[in-house]
C-alpha cells in the first residue's frame, strides 16, 4: 500500500507556529513513528506553500497511489483548484486537520475541498493522520 501525506501552506512551521493550536513537534519529527507503525505501508510526505505544486504532486501520485492524506491548510477555505483536482483523481483523498476548526473562526467552518473527498479528520492533532491511514488500511 502506498499513501501520499500532502501538507500545504505553513504547515512546515510545525512546531513553532502558534503550539497552543498545532502542538510542539514539528511534522518531519512526528512522520517517522507514522512510519514505524505502519511498515507495511510506504508513507511519502510532500509539503509546500504554493497551490499549485500541491496539485502537481496530488496528480503525480494520485493515479499510482492507494490513497492521500491531505491538510491543504488555508487552501482547505479558498481553493476551487484543489476541489477539481481531487475530483479528477483515481485514489481517494481523506481531508485532514491538526485542529477543530469548527472551533476556530468562522471563515475556518466552511471547507471547499470536503465534498470532493473520502473523508475528513479534525481536532485530533497529529493524530489526525494516524487515523486518516487508517481507514486507509482498514478499507
Known amino acids: 500500500m502506498k499513501i ?11 512546531g513553532v507556529r502558534e503550539p497552543g493550536i498545532y502542538g510542539t513537534s514539528s511534522f518531519e519529527n512526528y512522520l517517522p513513528a507514522l512510519k514505524d507503525k505502519y511498515p ?9 506553500n504554493i497551490e499549485g505544486e500541491l496539485i502537481n504532486k496530488m496528480q503525480e501520485v494520485g493515479f499510482s497511489y492507494d490513497g492521500i492524506v491531505l491538510n491543504a491548510g488555508a487552501y482547505t477555505h479558498t481553493s476551487v483548484a484543489l476541489h477539481d483536482c481531487i475530483r479528477s483523481l483515481k485514489c481517494p483523498v481523506i481531508e485532514v486537520h ?3 476548526v469548527h472551533q476556530r473562526e468562522e471563515f475556518r467552518h466552511r471547507s471547499l475541498i470536503s465534498a470532493a473527498c473520502k473523508g ?12 486518516a491511514i487508517e481507514s486507509f488500511v482498514k478499507e
Open 40 to 48: 507495511d505501508v510506504e508513507i511519502d510526505y510532500f509539503q509546500s
Open 4 to 14: 501520499q501525506i500532502v501538507n500545504g501552506p505553513n504547515l512546515n512551521l510545525l
Open 120 to 131: 475528513i479528520i479534525c481536532g485530533f492533532g497529529l493524530d489526525s493522520y494516524r487515523l
Open 98 to 100: 491538526i485542529s477543530n
